[in-house]
């Protein structure tokens, strides 16, 4: 970034833009079974993490000024977006047809262990 540049995702994020891991880190995930049985554990939580965060800025945003200014607003557009594109429900997970149960009691330490699926 060049000097006197502001960086509207971390002014909106503040500390937690260098979170680790990082929400866009979600995006390169190991897309293994193991994985994404762990994140959609907490099935609550997960569609909703990124756009709790999303949310929380624009609220921000409008308390402070009243109304959310041009940049603003193309950033929660490409934000939203984003967040709906890297979420495993936008590729299908979980099905259970296809990637078993999801009860990680079923699942013995050191295995046998489901079959993977892959996703590109």
């Known amino acids: 970034m060049k000097p006197g540049e502001t960086d509207g995702f971390r002014e909106c994020w503040g500390t937690l833009a260098d979170a680790d891991p990082h929400l866009l880190d979600l995006y390169h995930v190991n897309h293994s079974r193991a994985a994404l049985s762990e994140i959609a554990g907490d099935s609550k939580a997960l569609p909703n993490r990124p756009f709790d965060g999303i949310f929380t800025c624009e609220t921000r945003w409008k308390n402070e000024s009243g109304a959310l200014a041009t940049e603003q607003i193309g950033w929660l557009t490409w934000a939203k977006e984003i967040a709906g594109a890297i ?34």
């Open 87 to 120: 979420s495993p429900f936008s590729i299908g997970y979980p099905d259970p047809a296809k990637d078993g149960a999801f009860d990680s009691n079923l699942i013995p330490p050191g295995g046998p262990y489901p079959a993977t699926r892959n996703f590109k």
